[in-house]
């Protein structure tokens, strides 16, 4: 049995898992897979969820630097005047 990962930098991997032509081994080669899987996902999401911190502080700093130029006070929203209704 055969996949293929693939990742959202174009990057791919290959991988595969001998079965025999029956319903037990292919379940099992299935489990193995997704075992595999899960295995080069969760170490993707490591890096991803260490690069992203980094990314999140110079985030909020720029933030804050925005939020101190944006003090100025801010107008209200002009609404439509409210519909008048007949009295009959």
């Known amino acids: 049995m055969f996949a293929e990962l693939r990742f959202r930098d174009g990057q791919r991997e290959k991988l595969s898992v001998k079965v025999e032509p029956?319903?037990?081994?292919?379940?099992?080669?299935?489990e193995e897979l997704r075992s595999t899987v899960k295995i080069l996902l969760?170490?993707?999401?490591e890096r991803e969820r260490a690069g992203a911190g980094e990314e999140e502080e110079e985030e909020e700093e720029e933030e804050e630097e925005s939020d101190e130029v944006d003090k100025?006070?801010?107008?209200?929203?002009?609404?439509?005047?409210?519909?008048?209704?007949?009295?009959?």
């Open 72 to 88: 100025e006070p801010q107008k209200p929203r002009l609404q439509p005047p409210a519909k008048k209704s007949k009295n009959t």
């Open 22 to 30: 029956d319903l037990s081994s292919l379940i099992s080669g299935v």
């Open 42 to 45: 969760s170490g993707l999401v």
